[in-house]
């Protein structure tokens, strides 16, 4: 049963690859930890828009990992957790309808996940090469690490999990 979700939203533009960097560099290190991998489902997504509700469908607990724009600096983790992410009032995504307008019309919809999850990952301007910047390339690495310590916590700690 996979009781943990972890969506990378995205698109192939420079540091907006973010949340794709995050969720295949973690796939990678999970499937060191067969304890973890059977409870951990990872997806990347090409902006999903408001598909994400459905993405969240069936899962307690919800990681989404995306590029932000909210003035911050470049690299900055931005992290929120269920009810904190609707009050945020910056409408920071890089996407069309942003991520905290699908997660206010999920609340609508009672389509929220038990547990939800948000890391934004600050970016600069998209570019269109394949690169991250290296201060975004250090959130990944920083990003990965606490997703990989949270879900070891969350797993050791619930019983849904064995």
């Keep these: 049963m996979k009781c943990i979700k972890v969506l990378g939203i995205g698109s192939p533009f420079g540091d907006d690859q973010a949340g794709w960097n995050v969720a295949n560099t973690l796939s990678q290190k999970i499937s060191m930890y067969p304890h973890l991998a059977p409870f951990v489902l990872i997806e990347s997504h090409d902006r ?3 598909r994400l509700i ?8 919800v990681f989404i990992i ?3 724009k909210s003035g911050s600096e ?16 910056n409408r920071f995504s890089t996407h069309g309808i942003s991520i905290l307008q699908t997660l206010q019309l999920a609340s609508a919809l009672n389509e929220l996940p038990a547990s939800l999850l948000f890391y934004g990952i600050e970016i600069g301007a998209v570019t269109w090469d394949e690169s991250l910047s ?3 390339a250090q959130a990944v690495a920083d990003v990965t690490l606490q997703l990989l310590e949270e ?7 619930s019983d849904s999990c064995y």
């Design 48 to 50: 999903p828009s408001i």
């Design 54 to 61: 459905e993405f969240m469908r069936g899962s307690p607990t």
């Design 66 to 68: 995306d590029a932000v």
């Design 74 to 89: 470049i690299g900055t983790i931005h992290r929120f957790k269920d009810d904190s992410i609707l009050d945020f009032e």
């Design 134 to 136: 290296p201060p975004v």
């Design 151 to 157: 879900i070891s916590n969350l797993c050791e700690s």
